[in-house]
Structure formats: structure tokens, C-alpha cells
């Protein structure tokens, strides 16, 4: 079982940055693959970026590619998102969750099993 809580959620300008962690409890987190997520008010939670267990792998959704970037220490049971260029359409709250998978990075919600509590990322015009 893996317990998550992400922090480094904030208000920002337009162009700027922010980093997010994600402090992750229990023995497993070094051998899922995680991922960040985020649900803006009234849409579906979305698909950001992840990351294979050892990090040799990550996936970005199209919108946040070049902008974003995913990666974890496994020694210190933390994975992180470096945000830059931030857009107002960037704002949500931001999850991060690990899946039952090791190898794979999956994009599906149904397919993480255990979420964090969220942070929430604005960004002002």
C-alpha cells in the first residue's frame, strides 16, 4: 500500500513556474510507476505526465510536453513535477498516484490505484 500527499501548490503569473512533490509512504512506491494528474472545476481529471519505476521511462500529455517535467527519487520516496511557462489553462487542482505497474507509464484514471489528496496550482493572466 502506498500513502501520497502532494505539496507546492500555489498562485503564479502567467510564464512562470512552480514545482510540485509528491511524499509517498510504504514500500511499493519504488517499484510503481506514478503519475501526475489534474482536474480543472467541471472537467474530467486528466492524464499529465508519468513515470516508470526507475524513471527510465516518462509520458506527458501534448499540452504540457516541453513545458513540464516529471521525475522521482526513489531513495528518497518523492516524486516531483517542475511546471514552467505556466498557463492560465493550466490551472487545477494536481494528483499524483501510483498504478500497479512497474514497466509501463498508463494514462488511464482506473488505472492508479492510490491518490493523493491534491494541491492546487492557479494561474493568474
Known amino acids: 500500500q502506498v500513502q501520497l500527499a502532494e505539496s507546492g501548490g500555489g498562485l503564479v503569473q502567467a510564464g512562470g513556474s512552480l514545482s510540485l512533490s509528491c511524499a509517498a509512504s510504504?514500500?511499493?512506491?519504488?517499484?510503481?510507476?506514478m503519475g501526475w494528474f489534474r482536474q480543472a472545476p467541471g472537467k474530467e481529471r486528466e492524464f499529465v505526465a508519468g513515470i516508470t519505476w526507475s524513471g527510465g521511462t516518462t509520458r506527458y500529455a501534448d499540452s504540457v510536453k516541453d513545458r513540464f517535467t516529471i521525475s522521482r527519487d526513489n531513495a528518497k520516496n518523492t516524486l516531483y513535477l517542475q511546471m514552467n511557462s505556466l498557463k492560465p489553462e493550466d490551472t487545477a487542482v494536481y494528483y499524483c498516484?501510483?498504478?500497479?505497474?512497474?514497466?509501463?507509464?498508463?494514462?488511464?484514471?482506473?488505472?492508479?490505484?492510490?491518490w493523493g489528496q491534491g494541491t492546487q496550482v492557479t494561474v493568474s493572466s
Open positions: 510504504g514500500r511499493t512506491f519504488s517499484s510503481s510507476a
Open positions: 498516484a501510483a498504478a500497479g505497474l512497474r514497466y509501463r507509464v498508463p494514462v488511464e484514471v482506473s488505472r492508479y490505484d492510490y
